[in-house]
Structure formats: C-alpha cells, structure tokens
C-alpha cells in the first residue's frame, strides 16, 4: 500500500530535550515535505525536499532541522524543543510534473512542557 | 509568495443539500490548485487538483472544482451532502517552480440531520 508513515504518532517531551520525528514513504517520490498545523492557521510548510541532499526552508522552519539522505526517509529534527512547539506535525511526498500532488502522513502530535 | 484564502471559517449545511467552500489564491503565475480533506483525527486526503486545461475538475468522493482565473478562484462544489462530509476542507495553492505548497485556514463543515 502506497503510504507516508511517520513516528511516533503522539509524544510528550520536556524543553529543551532533543527529539527527532522520522518519516518515511514508500511511492519513490522526489518531493517530501513537513508541515505543522494549528487551530487557525491551517498548515505551514516548516521544510521541504527536492531531492536526496536538497532542501530548503518552507514559511517556518525555526527551530527545526531536516535531512534528506536517502530517497525515501525525511526526519524532522528539533534540537531543543521549546512549548510554542506543540502542535500536529504532518510529513508528506509527492511525485513530480502531472503526479505532483502531497500524500500525507497520519500526523504526530507533540507536546513540548 | 503564494497565499491561499478561505473566507469561510465554518459552514453548516444539511443532509442532501448542496455546498460550495470558497477559496482565493495569490499567485504571480499560472498556479497548481488543490482540495484537501481532513476528517477529526486524520491526515489530509487529496480531493482534486487543478494544473491546466479544463477549468472544472471532477475529484474523489463527488466533489469538483472550478478554476476562475478572473477571480483567482477554485471554489469546490457537491451537489448533495452526506453526513461523512462533515470534515475540515483545506485549499492550497502550489508554485510550478519548486513544489512548495502553501494551505488555506480551513474551512469546517458541519452536517446537520
């Protein structure tokens, strides 16, 4: 089955402890991206991936770092984590040129206290 | 930048009526348009999307969609409500350049009896 998984689904953690939220896909998509949502805001594209060792920032990407060593894996890295980082964090892949089209992840719920 | 508008917070509608959300874009270029639906607890699912050519798209689950470039509008339509619709629907706009993806606020459909 065609999906986007990501782990953990929920985790609680204290400010300041670093915390990394893995995400992998398995439709060999060149695009991969993440994404945190709020009440209000919709979703805010935090980094994103062109490609194997390419990425660049999306509309909010402080505080977080990503990698892209592999095709099919696109961590999400927060190395010290503060409260106004809680939030439902969705990873997501997309094919390229008429495939283009973001598969979502189920979502990991952070709490940072 | 690209920017999304939903004027919509939250629309209530009954069971078999019909329902139109509305969305705006901000977009220098030709845009890459989508429909997203998120059910309570769920990732996004993909409801249709729009690149070129004929400017009303048909998607999943009986919606569509109709591009208006003089209105920078693609406004998604169903002609008759189920209360399975009754979701949080997202409208996001794409750059043809990089595939960076930029989300409305959302817009929650409630489904009364």
């Known amino acids: 089955e065609a999906q986007v998984t990501q782990n953990p689904r929920y985790l609680i953690t204290v400010t300041g402890k670093k915390l990394t939220v893995t995400c992998s896909q398995n439709m060999n998509h060149e695009y991969m991206s993440w994404y945190r949502q709020d009440p209000g805001l919709g979703l805010r594209q935090i980094y994103y991936s062109m490609n194997v060792e390419v990425t660049d920032k999306g509309d909010v990407p402080e505080g977080y770092k990503v990698s892209r060593k592999e095709k099919r894996n696109f961590p999400l890295i927060l190395e010290s984590p503060s409260p106004n980082q809680t939030s439902l964090y969705f990873c997501?892949?997309?094919?390229?040129?008429?495939?283009?089209?973001?598969?979502f992840g189920s979502g990991t719920r952070l709490t940072v206290v | 930048a690209q920017s999304v508008t939903q004027p919509d917070i939250h629309i209530t509608v009954s069971e078999g009526a019909s329902l139109e959300l509305r969305c705006n874009y901000s977009?220098?270029?030709?845009?890459?348009l989508f429909w997203y639906v998120q059910s309570p607890g769920q990732g996004l699912q993909l409801l249709l999307k729009y690149f070129s050519g004929d400017t009303l798209v048909q998607g999943i689950k009986g919606f569509e969609a109709e591009f208006k470039r003089s209105q920078s509008s693609f406004n998604l339509r169903k002609p008759s409500v189920h209360w399975s619709d009754a979701a949080e629907y997202f409208c996001a706009v794409g750059a043809s350049n990089d595939y960076k993806l930029s989300f409305g606020a959302g817009t929650t459909v409630t489904v009364r009896a």
């Open positions: 977009y220098g270029a030709t845009p890459y």
């Open positions: 997501a892949s997309s094919g390229q040129g008429r495939d283009y089209g973001y598969t």
